[in-house]
């Protein structure tokens, strides 16, 4: 039952680059507004249950916990960006090679073993990035600077995953993700200020795909995933969530019309057999260490 729950999670996610198409509103209103929503609805379980845990977390945490919202918050508004330029193939194909920046940052950072296979893989994904990334879709005029904005939101997710890695540590779930997503919510608001896009005013369906976001693809999608690990094998999971990006072109292909180029399908399949050699070998620690990732 919890293998079948793992790929609804999955089925939750890819529904993320849907919602961005549906919406009216610019990427950076609609970010923030998946951020603040994701964020109120932690507030009870957080006043209830983490109250003491959030009032006792040392400066040094807490700023932690901030910086990883900051960075998150930088990661939606570049995702949502994309998926406005490119093809919602190649923009959350993109989003799946972030487990290699991971990988990449934690052998820096933390000294992880990667293997010789290991290596190999991201290597294969990197050639998979290039061939999606340069890949020039017709009907996207701005498909190189999608895809660009792309590989930069999967940057900018592995960045969340090493802070939230380092600073966690016995820190629950639930406090750390409402510090992140409030603070995310919080670095939103301030580019919607810049960029001059009101917080306010927008049209209906904006609000009805900002609700879809926070709770299909973060509550039931994200946390989902979170929980399952407590049952089933990081591998497995992570397995799973390379049926996002499948997910995700055949429902652009349904509701939008979008056939992905050749270039954006051979180098989507080299980054999905990659990234599925990579978990297959990775030890469950490596794996589970993204398991906060809020790709999509």
Not at 40 to 67: D, M, N, Q, T, Y
Not at 134 to 149: E, I, Q, Y
Not at 167 to 180: E, L, P
Request: aromatic share 10%; glycine share 8%; proline share 3%.
């Amino acid at each position: 039952m919890m293998k079948l729950l793992v790929v609804f999670a999955v089925a939750c996610l890819s529904t993320s680059s849907l919602a961005v198409r549906f919406a009216t509103a610019p990427a950076v209103w609609l970010a923030f507004a998946r951020l603040l929503l994701s964020a109120g609805f932690l507030l009870l379980p957080v006043f209830i249950r983490h109250r003491k845990e959030l009032l006792g977390l040392s400066p040094v945490r807490f700023l932690s916990f901030a910086a990883s919202g900051v960075v998150l918050g930088l990661h939606f508004l570049c995702y949502f960006e994309s998926v406005q330029h490119t093809s919602i193939a190649a923009a959350v194909v993109l989003a799946c090679s972030e487990v290699f920046f991971v990988a990449i940052g934690a052998r820096v950072l933390f000294r992880e073993r990667v293997t010789l296979k290991g290596w190999l893989a991201i290597v294969a994904a990197f050639v998979g990035c290039l061939l999606v990334t340069t890949a020039r879709d017709t009907g996207s005029p701005d498909a190189l600077k999608g895809n660009l904005l792309g590989l930069l939101a999967a940057v900018l997710i592995a960045a969340n995953t090493l802070i939230g890695k380092r600073s966690r540590k016995d820190a629950s779930t639930t406090a750390y993700t409402f510090v992140a997503y409030t603070f995310a919510a919080i670095t939103l608001l301030a580019a919607c200020l810049i960029m001059g896009v009101p917080p306010g005013g927008h049209a209906p369906i904006n609000w009805l795909s900002a609700l879809w976001l926070a709770v299909v693809c973060t509550m039931l999608g994200h946390s989902m995933i979170s929980y399952s690990l407590k049952f089933e094998k990081a591998s497995y999971v992570s397995s799973v969530k390379l049926l996002a990006p499948v997910f995700a072109a055949v429902l652009g292909w349904l509701l939008f019309g979008e056939v992905p180029a050749w270039q954006v399908i051979l180098g989507s399949a080299i980054i999905i057999a990659s990234v599925y050699i990579y978990a297959r070998q990775c030890g469950p620690e490596s794996v589970v260490g993204a398991e906060g990732v809020a790709v999509e």
